[in-house]
């Protein structure tokens, strides 16, 4: 199965301040069609979890343009640009190049 | 708007079943290949397994713990998907997402399933 390793586990961010959180793979996400299909999910306190980005990079609808998605191959990257109150939750990377499907353990986000 | 509801969730003893559903609008449900994802209490996203539209054969696959013991089935006519989940044990209690397709574009609220004695 690929393993997917968020880094860090948990993060304190200053509230305007950037964030990033990074996922590796252990094999290689991209898929022989020639796409990456590796997601990222957000989930705040107490609600269920909502997409954020799809093959790397490509918005969700709704989703700010604070947040942005990058990487390519196992390494990949979310970054906040400027942190609000409303990011506090946990947010999973996923990939689904391989079966069976797999998410990343998750990084906390909080406000310092 | 898409909405997915679950429901069916309870207290089961080890060893019994359970059927979830999960109710769809919104979507052409006909057409619409359908998911399920699990969270433990305090733990991180676990998918499930996946069933396909009857168009793609309604085929399912599952993830290795749940395999050979839950089932994924379909009736598009009610605009329903179902969880049938034999041999229930202590580590699969969890809240039961619906999902849309393979990459979980829409989520339903969940559905709390507690396996004890």
């Known amino acids: 199965d690929v393993v997917m390793t968020q880094s860090p586990l948990s993060l304190a961010v200053t509230l305007g301040q950037p964030a990033s959180i990074s996922c590796r793979s252990s094999?290689?996400?991209?898929?022989?069609?020639?796409?990456?299909?590796f997601y990222w999910f957000q989930q705040r306190p107490g609600q269920s979890p909502r997409r954020l980005f799809s093959?790397?990079?490509n918005r969700d609808s709704g989703v700010p343009d604070r947040f942005s998605g990058s990487g390519s191959g196992t390494d990949f990257t979310l970054k906040i640009s400027r942190v609000e109150a409303e990011d506090v939750g946990v947010y999973y990377c996923?990939?689904?190049?391989?079966?069976?499907?797999?998410f990343g353990g998750g990084t906390k986000v909080e406000i310092k | 708007e898409v909405q997915l509801v679950e429901s069916g969730g309870g207290l089961i003893m080890p060893g019994g079943s359970l059927r979830l559903s999960c109710v769809g609008s919104?979507?052409?449900?006909?057409?619409?290949?359908m998911s399920w994802v699990r969270q433990a209490p305090g733990k991180g996203l676990e998918w499930v397994g996946r069933?396909?539209?009857?168009?793609?054969?309604?085929?399912?696959d599952y993830a290795a713990p749940v395999k050979d013991r839950f089932i994924i089935s379909r009736d598009d006519p009610k605009n329903t998907m179902y969880l049938e989940m034999n041999s229930l044990r202590v580590e699969d209690t969890a809240i039961y997402y619906c999902?849309?397709?393979?990459?979980?574009?829409?989520w339903g609220q969940g559905t709390l399933v507690t396996v004890s004695a």
């Open positions: 999902t849309t397709g393979t990459v979980f574009d829409q």
């Open positions: 094999q290689s996400l991209l898929h022989y069609d020639g796409n990456t299909y």
């Open positions: 093959r790397i990079s």
């Open positions: 919104g979507l052409i449900f006909t057409d619409a290949w």
């Open positions: 996923f990939q689904a190049t391989h079966w069976p499907l797999t």
């Open positions: 069933i396909k539209s009857n168009s793609y054969g309604g085929t399912t």
